[in-house]
């Protein structure tokens, strides 16, 4: 059973940074295309980015709003996601969870079938 | 960047009702679309990909149609446990937006 646990969450103020983690098990991690996806509270979701495995280029996208501000990279030794979030604004403001797929068809790989619980970020002064 | 709307924002409905949502992209973007339920305070769910390709487990009163720029999702006999938030999703390019949900609750 593939198990996503973020961390890092919390209280930030404007213009601060964090970085969250994803610890993940119950699937080969280093095959994986990872994701981020937020939520703010009593909003839908938001796609937030992607990187594919180090085998298939280990490229990123990134949602317009956070391009530039947030970087996603892993670390495959220790099988964990990361999330750095720079410049934070208030509307960044939201549940982020981590994501990832098991299918291995390629256009399949960035969607969302197993979803971590989530880790909360609040960006206020 | 590809957006996603969808229809409607909220609809309440009876049990054993024929529940349809709405969803349409910016521009075409083939078969590449994913329905997913939120049931309230959990984690969402795929239900759907490649716009009728029910994920394992998922009961056969949901469905999937179209292509190109407007799909829907179907549930054939609304069930109580149904009530949640649907998103519609593209996948054709990043970055891979969702749509704004729609609300299904029980009249």
């Known amino acids: 059973e593939v198990q996503l646990v973020e961390s890092g969450g919390g209280l930030v103020k404007p213009g601060g940074s964090l970085r969250l983690s994803c610890a993940a098990s119950?699937?080969?991690?280093?095959?994986?295309?990872m994701s981020w996806v937020r939520q703010a509270p009593g909003k839908g979701l938001e796609w937030v980015g992607r990187i594919k495995s180090r085998t298939d280029g280990g490229t990123t996208d990134y949602a317009a709003p956070v391009k530039g501000r947030f970087t996603i990279s892993r670390d495959d030794s220790k099988d964990t996601l990361y999330l750095q979030m720079n410049s934070l604004k208030t509307e960044d403001t939201a549940v982020y969870y981590c994501?990832?797929?098991?299918?291995?068809?390629?256009?399949?790989?960035?969607?969302?079938?197993?979803w971590g619980q989530g880790t909360l970020v609040t960006v206020s002064s | 960047d590809i957006q996603m709307t969808q229809s409607p924002s909220s609809l309440s409905a009876s049990v054993g009702d024929r529940v349809t949502i709405t969803c349409r992209a910016s521009q075409g973007i083939s078969t590449y679309l994913a329905w997913y339920q939120q049931k309230p305070g959990k984690v969402p769910k795929l239900l759907i990909c490649s716009v009728s390709t029910l994920q394992s487990g998922v009961p056969s009163r949901f469905s999937g149609s179209g292509s190109g720029t407007d799909f829907t999702l179907t549930i054939s006999s609304l069930q109580p446990e149904d009530v949640a938030t649907y998103y519609c999703q593209n996948y054709l390019s990043a970055p891979f937006t969702f749509g704004p949900g729609t609300k299904v609750d029980i009249k």
């Open positions: 994501t990832t797929c098991g299918s291995t068809i390629t256009s399949r790989r960035s969607l969302s079938d197993n």
């Open positions: 119950g699937l080969t991690f280093s095959n994986a295309w």
